[in-house]
């Protein structure tokens, strides 16, 4: 089912439009924000296996051929868009019906159910684009193969548009260690302190291709627009904010990552740079965010570019193909009012727990105390939510949390 009206949040009165199959719905402007999208429970029918804790989702037995072509097509492409972008990267295995024209066709689903705006289509790569068995030329395939020199990074972050979610079908050169590294973009955020994610929100990246050149490339990149009609010309220079807000989950991410991120607008050279190698440091050195997905013939991944970092492995000598078709998103923006996924989460069990026990949320002596502990350990939610680092802070946390909660139902003088 497609995103209604009433699931954008409109405040200004000249909105842009976001097109969906049913009607026309607003989109971001500098005050006026997407509302986050709900899941819909398409999915419960198909078996899932989630990879890590936070990031990584496989599905064993969804035939997305099938999908495609059958009457829920929507409403079950709609909940994969919304997993893709709350799980980062989701793996659909033996995928070998999948026809490069279902993969489009899949693409445009993907950010027509959710939200991309009803200007932005297929990215076209501005230099490679694939010839095909008859000698013409697919502008929106992407043929990709072994390459030494590529390095962490978000793909094609160097245009206004922003990339949104991608795909990619290895076709070829099967090997054991031909493996693509993930990091989830989500919990990079939520290892920030909160003094330093406030100074990240208020500054902006330049992103660009290293050493690129504009009047290097002109003659022979593909001309007209890609994907965008904002995504035009030779200059491939972007300017993103250091920390976004993605629309389909509600929740902030690092976006200034990367080999194509040349530094961080308005700072010293010798500050960006140590912003750089920090952000940089907190994917290599946390290991509940990364997941090293292995090929196996005719799988297929799909992931959010806004909410993960990505690598190919290089330790292997083999060759490997495969075809990557891109979907162009929104144009990146902030919301104030969002939040972290962490914070999110904690907030969202909190409320669900209050709702399971309306009698116990009611229910107050002759000083009122209970309420008053129900604020206590709300507020408290929200501050200490920020001090988890590790996946064992982040249990104790939970611990200490249930522990005080009981702790004051029970005695109202240990609420001071």
């Not at 993969?103 to 939200?115: I, S, Y």
């Not at 050493?211 to 001309?223: C, F, G, L």
């Not at 590790?390 to 104790?396: I, L, Y």
């Amino acid at each position: 089912m497609a995103p209604t009206a009433t699931q954008t949040e409109t405040i200004t009165q000249t909105p842009m439009l976001l097109q969906t199959p049913n009607k026309m719905v607003a989109a971001p402007s500098s005050t006026d924000y997407y509302i986050p999208l709900q899941l819909s429970g398409a999915l419960k029918r198909f078996e899932k296996n989630d990879l890590t804790p936070l990031i990584g989702t496989r599905f064993e037995a969804i035939n997305l051929t099938e999908i495609l072509h059958s009457p829920v097509c929507d409403q079950t492409i709609r909940d994969i868009a919304i997993t893709i972008s709350q799980r980062g990267v989701c793996i659909f295995p033996k995928q070998e019906h999948l026809t490069i024209e279902d993969q489009k066709l899949l693409a445009r689903k993907l950010g027509e159910l959710t939200c991309r705006p009803h200007t932005s289509g297929l990215h076209i790569h501005p230099l490679n684009q694939t010839t095909m068995p008859d000698g013409t030329i697919d502008a929106e395939l992407t043929t990709l193969a072994r390459d030494p020199t590529k390095k962490l990074h978000k793909n094609q972050s160097g245009f206004s548009g922003g990339a949104k979610v991608k795909k990619q079908s290895h076709v070829d050169g099967w090997h054991t260690d031909s493996d693509t590294l993930f990091a989830s973009a989500y919990e990079v955020y939520d290892l920030l302190s909160e003094p330093y994610a406030k100074l990240l929100e208020a500054l902006t990246a330049t992103f660009m291709p290293p050493d690129h050149q504009p009047a290097e490339i002109e003659d022979r990149m593909w001309k007209g627009p890609r994907g965008s009609p904002e995504n035009i010309g030779a200059d491939l220079r972007a300017v993103h904010r250091c920390i976004r807000t993605n629309p389909v989950t509600g929740w902030k991410y690092v976006y200034a990552m990367g080999h194509h991120m040349q530094g961080i607008d308005r700072l010293a050279d010798v500050e960006s740079k140590m912003v750089k190698e920090h952000m940089e440091r907190l994917v290599t050195d946390n290991q509940q965010l990364q997941l090293r997905v292995k090929w196996q013939p005719e799988d297929l991944a799909i992931w959010d570019n806004r909410a993960v970092y990505h690598c190919a492995t290089y330790d292997y000598n083999a060759k490997r193909v495969g075809n990557r078709i891109c979907g162009v998103g929104e144009k990146p923006y902030l919301d104030p009012r969002s939040s972290g996924r962490r914070k999110f989460q904690y907030i969202k069990r909190f409320t669900q727990r209050e709702r399971r026990n309306p009698k116990q949320n009611d229910a107050k002596d002759s000083d009122g105390w209970f309420s008053d502990s129900v604020r206590f350990s709300r507020n408290h939610l929200i501050v200490f939510v920020y001090t988890a680092r590790t996946r064992r802070e982040h249990q104790n946390l939970k611990y200490w949390l249930s522990e005080r909660e009981d702790c004051i139902r029970r005695d109202p003088e240990s609420n001071k």
